[in-house]
């Protein structure tokens, strides 16, 4: 009966003294760094990226334009070859 106890006793311990503090600090920075919000190097590389996503709908915009002029039916073409 002692042996069970023990081999009860011995890993509740070696979880409480070490695995469950690592957990918990580790499970608390998470949960701050969620609560801080975007870092100023990742909201700068989203504002680029905000950015970049603007000019390419543009180009498209222009692109678009281009191709109503050049060949007005291509819409329509477009829709066709896809279906």
């Given amino acids: 009966m002692e042996g069970i106890v023990v081999a009860f006793f011995v890993p ?49 915009e222009t692109l678009e334009s281009i191709l109503d002029v050049e060949s007005p039916g291509w819409r329509d073409k477009q829709q066709t070859g896809a279906g």
């Fill in 12 to 60: 509740i311990v070696v979880f409480l003294v070490i695995v469950a503090p690592i957990w918990l600090i580790l499970h608390y920075k998470s949960k701050a760094k969620v609560v801080d919000g975007l870092s100023a190097r990742e909201r700068a590389e989203l504002d680029e990226m905000i950015e970049v996503a603007n000019r390419m709908a543009a180009r498209i």
